[in-house]
């Protein structure tokens, strides 16, 4: 495969020299040509106007030395300068090449972070010769996010921390992390040691799997992991339903469900629940900075059939007049909604929460269900930020292409294409409701992901294409150009054994296995 790249790289340095000159995941906001071109040394002088700047300026020698592109002369020097007099808006950032030095300008720690990332790209990319230029960038969207579930299956710290350094070169800025559903409870809760001794047990296609889990100083380091990285952790702590993995563990708290959805949701009608939630939400809040939690709110249908046939749910449902079990639904999620902001937090839901009155206020919405258009336009004019992360094309867990038994390749779902035109098929649903639109997200779910090799083959390289699309303003996207400077990502990912499906090829990258076990939800 290494082979088969460098023969892409040399075709792409001499008939594309203008794409092999600024090979930039993603494709910045604006750039100008400059006359001439500046080699990186190892003996290059580096420094910052102080602050979070020399912080940077300290770190990035050890950073260009691992590019292995760095040449044994001196080099120019470059200077990485923090000033909010610039007035740069958050997160934006200027990279200025000259052949005499390189200089980074940014107002925002966040900005003038992208813009050495940027430039790491840059000698990486480019074996170390930098050609004279100015880039100035800004993001098209401020969430820029990444899910991962390991309720379903459970990958560890060292993976986690390996996409977060992905995700912080491309620019992408958040980590939502699916840590509680059926399968499996994957964080420490000290004051209900049941959720990981009982909870934490099985997976998606084992139930019998041996316990694996977080322990809160290891959610401490990688949160601590990803800030260094301006990424913020958003974690996910699932209700009413997706709570097998608790009601297992607690079976005072279950509300019920019949057969495979036994345990599915938390008895809505007990104050008991709401006090275990409380308690529970009091632990994350003290591990994550970030102002939101999400708590999920989707597909409660498939395991509440005894809330139509308890005599205790059909009686409160009479006494707060809630008329049925999905006002029942909408009461829990409101009741929610108040605990999380007791805490200080904003609760995000899926986009089955836009139904359950909770105040705008209060709440921020998950975009999920593509074939429902209707309910992104109706969270935009009931005044609900919105993020955009809908199954076609945003959701990992669809294959890209596949193998029929005879042997002939298919076409499958969410290409790399479809992503990187992402949201333009959708974009008018938005009109006059811009302010509202937080951004997108790529979400991957585990049920048919049990390895790390099949994690990485579903992520990339079209974690590539979301960060572009969430990044790069309209006006500087063009799906050819980006395929063509692909292959130089590729190579990067090869560097760090990441097993990718490769759209050159795809033959030569075939699917791993997944795990059988039937009844897939849509969501979480």
């Given at each position: 495969?290494?082979?088969?790249?460098?023969?892409?790289?040399?075709?792409?340095?001499?008939?594309?020299?203008?794409?092999?000159?600024?090979?930039?995941?993603?494709?910045?906001?604006?750039?100008?040509?400059?006359?001439?071109?500046?080699?990186?040394?190892?003996?290059?002088?580096?420094?910052?106007?102080?602050?979070?700047?020399?912080?940077?300026?300290?770190?990035?020698?050890?950073?260009?030395?691992?590019?292995?592109?760095?040449?044994s002369a001196a080099g120019g020097g470059i200077r990485l300068v923090l000033d909010e007099k610039l007035k740069m808006g958050d997160e934006a950032y200027c990279l200025n090449i000259s052949p005499e030095s390189v200089l980074l300008e940014a107002s925002s720690e966040s900005g003038l972070f992208y813009a050495k990332e940027a430039l790491l790209q840059l000698v990486r990319f480019g074996d170390g010769k930098l050609n004279a230029c100015k880039i100035e960038d800004h993001p098209r969207y401020g969430w820029r996010g990444f899910m991962l579930d390991e309720s379903r299956h459970f990958f560890g710290k060292e993976k986690v921390k390996q996409y977060l350094d992905i995700m912080a070169s491309l620019r992408m800025n958040v980590f939502h992390w699916h840590l509680t559903d059926e399968p499996g409870w994957r964080i420490e809760i000290k004051k209900y040691p049941k959720l990981t001794a009982v909870g934490a047990v099985g997976n998606w296609h084992d139930p019998d799997a041996p316990a694996q889990f977080y322990t809160q100083e290891e959610i401490k380091e990688i949160v601590a992991y990803a800030a260094d990285r301006h990424i913020m952790v958003v974690p996910e702590f699932d209700m009413p339903g997706h709570a097998t993995a608790v009601c297992r563990s607690y079976p005072e708290l279950s509300g019920g469900g019949e057969g495979k959805w036994e345990g599915f949701t938390f008895h809505p009608c007990k104050e008991t629940t709401y006090q275990f939630i409380s308690d529970v939400l009091d632990e994350i809040v003290a591990l994550f900075p970030s102002p939101y939690i999400h708590i999920g709110g989707d597909e409660v249908h498939y395991g509440n059939q005894s809330w139509f046939t308890d005599p205790e749910i059909q009686q409160f449902i009479k006494d707060k007049g809630l008329q049925n079990e999905t006002g029942l639904e909408h009461y829990f999620v409101r009741r929610a909604a108040d605990i999380v902001a007791s805490k200080g937090k904003t609760m995000i839901g899926w986009d089955e929460m836009i139904d359950a009155g909770v105040s705008p206020d209060k709440a921020v919405i998950m975009w999920w269900r593509h074939d429902r258009k209707h309910q992104l336009v109706k969270a935009l004019e009931n005044g609900y930020r919105v993020i955009m992360t809908p199954r076609r094309p945003l959701y990992a867990d669809f294959v890209q292409y596949g193998t029929h038994k005879v042997g002939r390749l298919w076409n499958g779902y969410n290409t790399i294409e479809d992503i990187y035109r992402f949201p333009d098929p959708i974009i008018h649903l938005t009109k006059d409701y811009e302010d509202q639109v937080m951004g997108m997200q790529f979400s991957l779910w585990t049920e048919r992901v049990a390895d790390p090799k099949r994690l990485d083959y579903m992520a990339f390289p079209r974690l590539v294409a979301v960060a572009e699309s969430a990044w790069t303003p309209a006006k500087a996207k063009e799906c050819s150009l980006f395929m063509k400077k692909l292959p130089f990502f590729l190579t990067y990912l090869d560097s760090l054994g990441i097993y990718y499906f490769n759209p050159f090829n795809p033959s030569s990258t075939p699917e791993p296995d997944a795990p059988e076990k039937e009844d897939v939800l849509q969501n979480g």
């Amino acid at each position: 495969m290494r082979k088969l790249f460098s023969v892409a790289l040399l075709l792409l340095l001499l008939v594309l020299p203008a794409v092999a000159q600024l090979v930039v995941f993603p494709t910045p906001a604006k750039v100008s040509g400059g006359k001439g071109s500046l080699t990186i040394g190892s003996g290059s002088e580096i420094a910052g106007n102080g602050g979070y700047a020399d912080v940077l300026a300290k770190k990035l020698p050890a950073e260009l030395k691992a590019t292995g592109k760095l040449s044994s002369a001196a080099g120019g020097g470059i200077r990485l300068v923090l000033d909010e007099k610039l007035k740069m808006g958050d997160e934006a950032y200027c990279l200025n090449i000259s052949p005499e030095s390189v200089l980074l300008e940014a107002s925002s720690e966040s900005g003038l972070f992208y813009a050495k990332e940027a430039l790491l790209q840059l000698v990486r990319f480019g074996d170390g010769k930098l050609n004279a230029c100015k880039i100035e960038d800004h993001p098209r969207y401020g969430w820029r996010g990444f899910m991962l579930d390991e309720s379903r299956h459970f990958f560890g710290k060292e993976k986690v921390k390996q996409y977060l350094d992905i995700m912080a070169s491309l620019r992408m800025n958040v980590f939502h992390w699916h840590l509680t559903d059926e399968p499996g409870w994957r964080i420490e809760i000290k004051k209900y040691p049941k959720l990981t001794a009982v909870g934490a047990v099985g997976n998606w296609h084992d139930p019998d799997a041996p316990a694996q889990f977080y322990t809160q100083e290891e959610i401490k380091e990688i949160v601590a992991y990803a800030a260094d990285r301006h990424i913020m952790v958003v974690p996910e702590f699932d209700m009413p339903g997706h709570a097998t993995a608790v009601c297992r563990s607690y079976p005072e708290l279950s509300g019920g469900g019949e057969g495979k959805w036994e345990g599915f949701t938390f008895h809505p009608c007990k104050e008991t629940t709401y006090q275990f939630i409380s308690d529970v939400l009091d632990e994350i809040v003290a591990l994550f900075p970030s102002p939101y939690i999400h708590i999920g709110g989707d597909e409660v249908h498939y395991g509440n059939q005894s809330w139509f046939t308890d005599p205790e749910i059909q009686q409160f449902i009479k006494d707060k007049g809630l008329q049925n079990e999905t006002g029942l639904e909408h009461y829990f999620v409101r009741r929610a909604a108040d605990i999380v902001a007791s805490k200080g937090k904003t609760m995000i839901g899926w986009d089955e929460m836009i139904d359950a009155g909770v105040s705008p206020d209060k709440a921020v919405i998950m975009w999920w269900r593509h074939d429902r258009k209707h309910q992104l336009v109706k969270a935009l004019e009931n005044g609900y930020r919105v993020i955009m992360t809908p199954r076609r094309p945003l959701y990992a867990d669809f294959v890209q292409y596949g193998t029929h038994k005879v042997g002939r390749l298919w076409n499958g779902y969410n290409t790399i294409e479809d992503i990187y035109r992402f949201p333009d098929p959708i974009i008018h649903l938005t009109k006059d409701y811009e302010d509202q639109v937080m951004g997108m997200q790529f979400s991957l779910w585990t049920e048919r992901v049990a390895d790390p090799k099949r994690l990485d083959y579903m992520a990339f390289p079209r974690l590539v294409a979301v960060a572009e699309s969430a990044w790069t303003p309209a006006k500087a996207k063009e799906c050819s150009l980006f395929m063509k400077k692909l292959p130089f990502f590729l190579t990067y990912l090869d560097s760090l054994g990441i097993y990718y499906f490769n759209p050159f090829n795809p033959s030569s990258t075939p699917e791993p296995d997944a795990p059988e076990k039937e009844d897939v939800l849509q969501n979480g």
